[in-house]
Nanobody, 119 residues
Framework: QVQLVESGGGLVQPGGSLRLSCAVS????????LSWYRQAPGKERELVAS???????????NYGDHVKGRFTISRDNRKNTVDLQMNTLQPEDTAVYYC?????????WGQGTPVTVSS
């Protein structure tokens, strides 16, 4: 059974930082493309960042325009985790953040972790 469990969300002030983590089990992690998405109230789910599984030293990454330069995605193939370091957070970053793994043409989602940026 594939499981993705996110953690690290919470309340943070504007300009602050949070680090999200997603623990993945039940699939071949080292051959999976991993992504973070977010969904704000009343809006569609959008891609935040993704990271490939081929180690070009570093792994290839892709970011949404709204987070470039502020967020960093990383993976640990020993721990089967994918992290999202979020810096300089703004109120518009408030959303539920979801982890996604894509393996063998199948996508798996976590339950999400809420992030609220507010003073």
């Amino acid at each position: 059974q594939v499981q993705l469990v996110e953690s690290g969300g919470g309340l943070v002030q504007p300009g602050g930082s949070l680090r999200l983590s997603c623990a993945v089990s039940g699939l071949t992690f080292s051959r999976s493309v991993l992504s973070w998405y977010r969904q704000a109230p009343g809006k569609e789910r959008e891609l935040v960042a993704s990271i490939g599984y081929i180690d070009y030293s570093p792994f290839m990454t892709n970011y949404g325009d709204h987070v470039k330069g502020r967020f960093t995605i990383s993976r640990d193939n020993r721990k089967n985790t994918v992290d999202l370091q979020m810096n300089t957070l703004q109120p518009e970053d408030t959303a539920v953040y979801y982890c996604k793994a894509r393996y063998d043409s199948t996508e798996y989602w976590g339950q999400g972790t809420p992030v609220t940026v507010s003073s």
